[in-house]
């Protein structure tokens, strides 16, 4: 027993300042826009224009700045953070995809990665023949992979299809068999990146019960997720990422309270003092755009059980306008979840205000964008302001253990009930 909490307690991952950089490219004089079809077109443009040296300016960029951290034997831990904050190439480190460029790293024991779907397939090769070749890259005996053989294919469920080339598999396949051969072959940590977005339900149900196992059984787990309630529900440990910096590393609800905060902190409010430094143009200039949750008893972050309203406030310079707001909740891909509109009234010049509602159990977990347009006589648009507030609500769950992403962008809480008509015996 003494020897299991030594072993429990010893250090297997050791960061000391570790740092990425990456050499960005720009052609100066070529950034004419920036909307997606502008730099496609301009790219294209470039490839049939002669561009002398001097032209392009070259930039650093820290994926990773100076991370420092120690993770013990049978540790769970969660990495978030948002998208561009370090995760994906912190565990491409750790997993010697990549060398850092400064720092150094200690690893004591077999590495297994799933960083994305199909990582380590040969396309070619058919399912038994890649779970061979993956168990001989994590340096398994071909015995030992025998051993696991009929483990693996029951977990993934694709023996219907085990001698089929995994290019013809689904995403889906290859994340079940990708996790299954990276669970089952025994690996002392085991490094996963976001597979839990592909499976379904059944699959991410076993995949964290498998995750669970494997830590009890002395194994370290790093997880990089953007579901916080998978990531509260399998880690014992928590790490939050901030443009390329660790900001917190503990306790796991400590540090998803940290995290929420910082989200929350900057995102629900952004206000003007005078119209000159304000965006918009000389007839209208936006003055504030707020987002006032109302919280429940003991909620302290917006998640899909809060109602919140939408505040906005503008500076009108035009005398007698007929003017009216048309505002547009975007998802952050670009979807309009919804349109709506307020009337159309006359106004003067001066402080003009709005608000709506939106409901309680409503709008699903994610990540969304407020923009909102001025539009005059119902008809002509006097300024649009896109993505004037960019906000996240979270997940929340009760009486479920699937932790999977919900579908769709709504999620309104509707009455569906369920009963039995009568009963009928079966033999």
């Known amino acids: 027993m003494e020897w299991n909490t030594l072993l429990l307690k010893m250090t297997v991952i050791e960061a000391e300042n570790i740092s990425k950089r990456y050499i960005i490219d720009h052609i100066k004089g070529n950034a004419k826009g920036n909307t997606l079809r502008e730099i496609v077109t301009d790219n294209v443009k470039n490839l049939f224009t002669k561009k002398n040296r001097e032209e392009v300016s070259h930039e650093d960029f820290w994926a990773l700045k100076d991370v420092s951290f120690k993770i013990e034997q049978g540790d769970r ?77 029951d977990f993934a469920g ?170 547009h909740l975007n998802s952050l891909t670009g979807e309009c979840i919804f349109n709506i509109g307020t009337a159309s009234k006359s106004f003067e010049k001066g402080i003009i205000t709005a608000e709506c509602e939106i409901p309680d159990n409503y709008l699903n977990d994610g990540s969304y964008s407020i923009s909102f347009m001025v539009v005059k006589d119902t008809s002509s648009a006097v300024f649009n302001f896109e993505e004037a507030l960019i906000f996240e609500i979270e997940d929340y769950r009760e009486g479920t253990s699937w932790y999977g992403k919900w579908p769709g962008y709504v999620r309104p809480k509707i009455d569906f009930p369920i009963t039995q008509l009568e009963l009928e015996s079966v033999s």
């Open 77 to 153: 831990v969660g990495i978030i953070g948002s998208n561009g904050a370090g995760k994906s190439t912190l565990l491409k480190v750790l997993s010697r995809i990549t060398e850092p460029t400064h720092g150094k790293i200690n690893i004591k024991g077999r590495v297994a990665s799933l960083l994305e779907v199909g990582t380590g397939f040969h396309p070619e090769l058919s399912g038994r023949e890649n779970i061979f070749l993956n168990g001989a890259i994590l340096g398994m005996k071909r015995q030992d992979i025998k051993n696991q053989f009929d483990a693996i294919v």
């Open 158 to 327: 694709v023996e219907q299809f085990l001698d089929t080339p995994v290019k013809r598999y689904s995403s889906g396949m290859y994340v079940r068999l990708g996790f299954a051969i990276s669970a089952h072959l025994e690996p002392e940590i085991l490094i996963v990146d976001e597979v839990l977005a592909v499976g379904d339900a059944d699959f991410q149900r076993k995949c964290l019960g498998k995750m669970k196992d494997a830590s009890t059984s002395g194994r370290t787990i790093l997880f990089v997720s953007h579901n916080l309630t998978a990531v509260q529900g399998l880690c014992n440990k928590g790490m939050f990422m901030k443009k390329g910096q660790l900001i917190e590393m503990g306790e796991t609800n400590q540090v998803l309270a940290t995290y929420l905060s910082h989200v929350q902190k900057t995102a629900l409010e952004s206000w003007w003092l005078t119209p000159e430094d304000a965006p918009g143009n000389d007839k209208v200039r936006l003055k504030s755009i707020k987002l006032v949750p109302k919280f429940l008893d003991g909620q302290k972050h917006i998640d899909v059980r809060t109602k919140f309203k939408i505040q906005i406030e503008f500076w009108n310079m035009m005398e007698g306008a007929n003017l009216n707001l048309s505002l």
